[in-house]
């Protein structure tokens, strides 16, 4: 089946630092891809998303571009702050057994961010 | 519009002991789904409802998993008995028909000792 893989975590940054988080997917089709994001003690967000090649998705200064070529999806912020401190999902979306769409996500990358 | 509500957020049992997570999707999402997020992991699709039919379950252990929506719209996922390795926080999340983004809930956490 598909599969996302994250770079391993943590990544402790320092205020103002930039910020790559590397994702990379197998997939037979053409998924649409997405970040996710989870702060401390609450339920996973939608961060961004792109549903087609070359296409970039980007929210709250965080950017990803869809990169079919290399399989790819890696989330990048120019200057982080103390409250990007969080954990961090990229993760795909394939069919289910019904016909409908399901996520496939990577392990998560821990963020924290000192002052 | 109120987001995806999940209860209890906390719970502790003892191994072969029963459990059931209720929740309940944003108004109007059609499908639903359970994940299992296990300590160091990404979210784990166990099952996916579209209104009150089962539209994917080929990840839920079903010897000891069963999940229910009955009238489409709120959601039970009990199991019966409980293992050590099912600790792990238990997620919710809803979709509208249509759309590909899912909403999550706060998530329950489950410790099996």
């Known amino acids: 089946g598909d599969s996302v893989t994250q770079m391993e975590g943590p990544v402790t940054l320092s205020e103002e630092a930039f910020l790559t988080i590397n994702c990379t997917y197998t997939?037979?089709?053409?998924?649409?891809l997405f970040w996710y994001v989870q702060y401390p003690g609450e339920g996973l967000q939608l961060l961004l998303k792109?549903?087609?090649?070359?296409d970039k998705g980007s929210n709250k200064g965080f950017e990803a571009t869809y990169r079919k070529e290399t399989t790819s999806f890696h989330l990048e912020k120019g200057s982080v702050q103390v409250s990007d401190s969080a954990v961090y999902f990229c993760?795909?979306?394939?069919?289910?057994?019904?016909?409908?769409?399901?996520?496939?996500f990577g392990k998560g990358t821990k963020l924290t961010v000192n002052p | 519009e109120a987001g995806v509500a999940q209860s209890p957020r906390y719970k502790i049992i003892e191994k072969r002991q029963s459990v059931a997570f209720w929740c309940n999707p944003i108004s109007g999402h059609a499908t639903l789904y359970w994940y299992q997020q296990i300590l160091g992991q990404g979210p784990k699709l166990l099952i996916q409802?579209?209104?009150?039919?089962?539209?994917?379950d080929s990840q839920l252990p079903k010897d000891r998993f069963s999940a229910e929506r009955l009238k489409g719209v709120d959601s039970t996922l009990k199991i019966q008995p409980a293992k050590l390795e099912d600790s792990a926080v238990y997620l919710c999340?809803?979709?509208?028909?249509?759309?590909?983004?899912?909403?999550f809930g706060p998530g329950t956490r489950l410790t099996v000792t």
């Open positions: 999340a809803s979709r509208r028909q249509g759309l590909d983004e899912q909403y």
């Open positions: 792109a549903t087609k090649a070359d």
């Open positions: 409802f579209q209104n009150n039919g089962v539209v994917d």
């Open positions: 993760a795909l979306s394939e069919p289910s057994q019904g016909g409908s769409e399901k996520l496939v």
């Open positions: 997939a037979t089709g053409y998924p649409s």
